[in-house]
């Protein structure tokens, strides 16, 4: 079971960016998929998930401005992320929970420049 992440870059303070996680070796429909991000120096800390019926939920402080989708095949999931700001620069990770195990990709670095 592999995740793997893509997306990530540098983008001035109000751009936007859209991360891509691609999920193989299983299939990930019947199951939750997710973002975390952790900046320089801060723990990992949760952004967004998405339930295999659609649900989303998210971080307050990023509500607004982050949508988090899956692909049709519910083995993609994504995060489009509007409005970034400075203290959004940070390496995320999806991850997704499969047969009772958390799975994490590798990781995709966003730098946003003020």
């Known amino acids: 079971v592999q995740l793997q992440a893509s997306g990530g870059g540098l983008v001035q303070a109000g751009g936007s960016l859209k991360l891509s996680c691609a999920g193989s070796?299983?299939?990930?429909?019947?199951?939750?998929m997710g973002w975390y991000r952790q900046a320089p120096g801060k723990e990992r800390e949760w952004v967004a998930r998405?339930?295999?019926?659609?649900?989303?939920d998210y971080t307050d402080s990023m509500k607004g401005r982050f949508s988090i989708s899956r692909g049709s095949a519910k083995s993609t999931v994504y995060l489009q992320m509007d409005s970034l700001k400075p203290e959004d620069t940070a390496v995320y990770y999806c991850?997704?929970?499969?047969?009772?195990?958390?799975?994490w990709g590798q990781g995709t670095l966003v730098t946003v420049s003020s």
């Open positions: 070796g299983a299939s990930f429909r019947t199951n939750y």
């Open positions: 991850n997704a929970i499969y047969r009772g195990r958390t799975y």
């Open positions: 998405v339930a295999p019926g659609g649900q989303t």
